[in-house]
């Protein structure tokens, strides 16, 4: 759980991102970049679709694009799960600023999702 302004906590649970919001992979290994697609993102791990999935435990950066907001990060971390074509990235440690570009595209994947979500009024009006 993550401390909210208020002094209360909230759920900090991952993000679902936006279809086909693409990352650039990279496999330190083997210094192979490909593609993936994010399907969710949370403080600590992301969700991935890729094929080929790589290996448990393969060392990778992954580097999102805000285009909105004209950033683009890396953030360093390890395959911790695999299955059917969807795998789990856990993060490294975070530098202050891969920090804050992580909580601004939760943010803004967040307010998008919100944005997305029809609003239904009194007797199914609008």
Do not use: C, K
Request: charged share 20%; aromatic share 8%; no cysteine.
């Amino acid at each position: 759980m993550a401390r909210h302004v208020s002094g209360t906590f909230q759920r900090a649970d991952r993000v679902n991102a936006s279809a086909g919001t693409a990352v650039r992979l990279t496999l330190e290994a083997l210094g192979r970049e490909s593609s993936a697609t994010l399907l969710e993102l949370g403080m600590s791990d992301l969700l991935l679709a890729a094929a080929p999935v790589p290996d448990l435990g393969t060392r990778v950066r992954v580097a999102l694009t805000l285009t909105e907001r004209y950033i683009e990060f890396e953030i360093p971390g390890m395959v911790s799960w695999h299955r059917d074509g969807h795998f789990g990235v856990s993060f490294d440690y975070l530098t202050a600023r891969q920090t804050y570009a992580l909580v601004l595209a939760i943010d803004l994947l967040r307010s998008a999702a919100d944005a997305a979500v029809p609003t239904v009024t009194r007797f199914g009006e609008g």
